[in-house]
């Protein structure tokens, strides 16, 4: 019977677990290697917030803040009554103190004048008949002639005496309030100075102008002054012939905002038109200028999503609206 050599391995035979062991590991290495490629194991990256996710941040901040506002809207219209009523408090106690001190001097020099000149005539006849001996029985007599002055004093000092008790009351509430007043200014100080961390954090291509709604997708920081400039003028009077501060034309407005920018344009609508690069409706970005009708004689700062904000006509107000209501003739880039 065949037998074996002594150095090979019998068919079927198992092979050494250190074999194993290292082809498992260069097996593993590749995988890994393979899924590192693909991006498999790579630590996923942190995502900035969005636009949106931002501004709901700052709605939220907002929610809480308005309310705050509100309070201290109110303690501050309470503080200013109470305050007034304090002042007119005042005004009727110092001549109620005035004549409280006219009266006890009076008082006063009576009482003088009998223990330093003696009794008078009137006095002296009082005191013959009824035969004094006594530092009593001549005070009597003495607060018998000043009893009037006694009263009126009594009544000055009651009146007062009901006032100070008000003002007091008053100046306890002012006090109050003023605490009020200023705990809720130094919370809508924080929450405010949050909101504000929120706006820094928007990409600088969102703006969040004023009576405006928010514009995304600003290129230029001409744009950006000038988006913001017209939307600050939102609610003037459309006045012809008007280039602001306070009342504008549809080209007086455009005209405004863009010189506010460091850009000078024409207040005439057919010259801004020649004073801008042509731009197709389908690249027209934030802060492009868009003119109506085929004279050109509207002409609005373009915000984006279809919308602008234009000094329309007589009786409306600079304001945002839609460019679609009138014929689009087309877009200009300023600058």
Known sequence: MATMPPHRHAPGRPARPG?????????????????????LLAAP?????SVEEIEAQIDKQWEQLEPT????????????VNQKKSA?????????????????????????????SGPSQDLGA????????????????????????????????????????????????????????NDLAAKKKNIDTEIKRLEKTLPKSVVMPENCPTVKGVVSAAARTAI?????????????????PNSFDCSGLTQYAYKAAGISLTHFTGAQWNEGKAIPRSEARPGDLVFFFSDLHHVG???GNDQMVHAPRAGKPVQV???????????????
């Not at 005042?90 to 009266?103: D, G, H, R, S, V």
């Not at 003739?329 to 300023?334: I, K, L, S, T, Y």
Request: charged share 25%; aromatic share 6%.
């Open 228 to 244: 913001q400039t017209a939307c600050k003028q939102v609610g003037d009077p459309y006045v012809w012939g008007a280039t602001g």
């Open 19 to 39: 074999g194993l062991r290292r082809a498992a590991h260069r097996l593993l290495t590749l995988v890994a290697a393979a899924a590192v490629g693909a991006g």
């Open 301 to 303: 700062l373009y915000l």
């Open 69 to 80: 506002i509100e309070q201290y809207n109110k303690v501050r219209a309470q503080l200013k």
């Open 126 to 181: 009082l005191l013959i008949s009824a035969k004094p001996d006594t530092l009593t029985e001549q005070l009597t007599i003495l607060d018998r002639l000043a009893r009037q002055e006694h009263k009126q004093v009594e009544g000055i000092l009651k009146v007062r005496a009901k006032y100070d008790a008000e003002k007091q009351k008053l100046d306890a509430l002012i006090a109050t309030q003023t605490k009020q007043k």
């Open 45 to 49: 990256a942190h995502a900035e917030p």
């Open 321 to 335: 609206a839609s460019i679609n209501y009138m014929p689009v003739a087309g877009f200009r880039r300023p600058g």
């Open 88 to 116: 007119d408090l005042e005004k009727k106690i110092e001549p109620l103190a005035l004549q409280t001190e006219l009266a006890m001097t009076r008082v006063g020099d009576l009482a003088s004048r009998y223990y330093i």
